[in-house]
């Protein structure tokens, strides 16, 4: 879906590093290193683990450039160099292809579309802790995999927001169809009513079947955590992203009329049902808009991403683009104390 409120910037080419150095461009953006002549980027990663998940823990996020990487298993091998374990997507919002586990194909999202500000399923109970995004084919134009600080971006939000949503959490409600975003089997993996349930059971989620066949979902998380490691707060969720006014105007009005304001494919709320107004929703996007900072593909560029601590998004882009995305390092959050402990909603 389209963001009306993303604004897009030029995606500026990064000077070129020393060999081997460590290099951060402006004032708050990741470091940039540049990969010496690295013939098994696998390997080149494994005796930097450390610096790359020091870097991670400091600046959230890292990119490498020289590393060579062109196919998804170049990825898988590099992922498990910089990762105790992958991750399995659960609750996907967009089909994407599986190349390994944890290695999979950019969410299906039109190129001419931008991707707005986001966490990687921070609307799920075990989410990836740490991202990566491998540059196998660069855009001819635009295309960059822009990030927001979150730590920043919950500073620079009105306080008051902040406090109520850190009070009541928020609302996801979602109805899983054929017709718009993942189906089914791409979010939970079966069809099975039994294990969707099951599912639904232990991650917090309400559910009802609707008389078509479809299903209906309703959780509620926290808009606020604490980073499990640094303990810095961070505004980690998907609120703006998936709600209704973050859509293109078109859009939204074509959903309103096929599925009536009330039963939307998603959208968000206050953790207390009330709706999430279009200013509040400019406001977070204004917000991620701040702090965003975006920088051009190069073929073989890997770029790390502390999935809690930063934001990721998508410029629209022009010509063919195939950035693959690995998920690792599970980390599971508790709901928000008066969230739904996962009864089958009425």
């Known amino acids: 879906m389209l963001s009306a ?3 897009k910037h030029p995606a500026p080419a990064a000077p ?8 951060p461009a402006a004032p708050g953006e990741p470091p940039f290193l540049q990969a010496e002549a690295a013939s098994d980027a696998a390997a080149w990663v494994a005796v930097r683990h450390d610096r790359l998940r020091d870097l991670l823990v400091e600046h959230g996020a890292v990119t490498v450039r020289g590393l060579g990487l062109r196919t998804p298993a170049d990825v898988e091998s590099v992922l498990h160099q910089v990762a105790d374990r992958p991750a399995t997507e659960r609750e996907a919002f967009a ?3 599986r190349h390994a586990e944890g290695v999979y194909s950019p969410s299906a999202w ?3 579309q931008p991707m707005c500000m986001h966490h990687e399923l921070s609307y799920a109970l075990e989410f990836p802790g740490l991202m990566l995004f491998a540059c196998l084919q660069p855009s001819t134009a635009g295309g960059a995999t822009a990030v927001a600080d979150s730590a920043a971006v919950l500073q620079t939000l009105p306080a008051e927001l902040v406090d109520r949503f850190e009070r009541e959490g928020w609302l996801l409600t979602r109805t899983y169809t054929n017709e718009i975003g993942a189906t089914l089997s791409q979010s939970f993996g079966t069809e099975d009513r039994d294990a969707i349930e099951a599912y639904c059971r232990a991650n917090a989620i309400d559910w009802s079947w609707q008389p078509d066949g479809s299903l209906r979902t309703r959780q509620h998380r926290r808009a606020v955590v604490r980073h499990p490691v640094s303990g810095r707060r961070c505004w980690f969720n998907q ?20 599925y009536g304001p009330d039963d939307l494919p998603f959208n968000t709320r206050y953790g207390n049902g009330d709706p999430v107004s279009r200013d509040v929703v400019e406001q977070i996007n204004n917000a991620y808009d701040a702090h965003t900072v975006r920088r051009a593909w190069h073929s073989g560029d ?8 930063t934001a990721h998004s998508r410029d629209a882009y022009e010509g063919p ?6 998920m690792a390092d599970p980390v599971r959050m508790d709901h928000h104390p008066t969230a739904s402990t996962g009864r089958t909603a009425a």
């Open 321 to 326: 683009r195939n950035v693959v995305v690995a």
């Open 16 to 23: 070129p590093p020393t060999a081997g150095s460590t290099t």
């Open 110 to 112: 039109p190129p001419n």
């Open 239 to 258: 609120i703006a992203f998936l709600n209704e006014w973050t859509m293109a105007p078109e859009v939204r009005e074509f959903l309103v009329e096929e």
């Open 95 to 97: 089909a994407r292809d």
């Open 302 to 309: 890997l770029m790390l991403v502390d999935n809690i601590r």
């Open 5 to 7: 409120l993303f604004r």
